[in-house]
């Protein structure tokens, strides 16, 4: 069996935020290092290192994932959105950015971008969720800071204003 050496480094291409990205990282580094550390995104927040905060989410095609347990390696092929990628251009934010801009949803902000990613992913895949739908895919995510009353709060506000948006005036 070959041995392999923890150094080196392999080439990881994937598409990040709409954009072809090639990268190179070691066997072992973790997506949220490959983000942070070699492409120079830093949104994507780590908090526990153990999947259980949260604020490290990301979407991988599509669906929600904990960058701080996805190998760099993992996502050779993949569609990969970070919070960078919500906001429709510079000094803009998303229905949903801004939402939680209204609704106070964030305090010190470190969940905030985790948090983000998965209303993201619900809201796209459940434009009508409701409270409870909302309150269950927050169950994932820890915040010290808000008490999730007025995130959950601005994310019934962005759904809301996102079925208006798709709604065609009669």
Known sequence: MPRMNAAQRHVVDFTLNGQKVRAEAENRMLLSDLLRHEVGL???????????????????????????????????????????????G???????????????????????????????????????AGREEIREHLSGHLCRCTGYATIVEAALAAAEEQRKEETPNA
Request: aromatic letters at 2%; a negative charge.
């Open 42 to 88: 830093t949104g994507t927040h780590v908090g526990c290192e153990h999947g259980v905060c949260g604020a490290c989410t990301v979407q991988i095609d599509g669906k929600p994932a904990r960058a701080c347990l996805t190998l760099a390696q993992q996502v050779r092929g993949s569609d990969v959105r970070t919070v960078e990628a919500l906001a429709p």
């Open 90 to 128: 510079p000094a803009e934010l998303s229905p949903l950015q801004a939402a939680f801009r209204r609704h106070h949803g964030l305090q010190c902000g470190f969940c905030t971008p985790g948090i983000l990613m998965s209303l993201d992913a619900l809201l796209r895949e459940q434009p009508d």
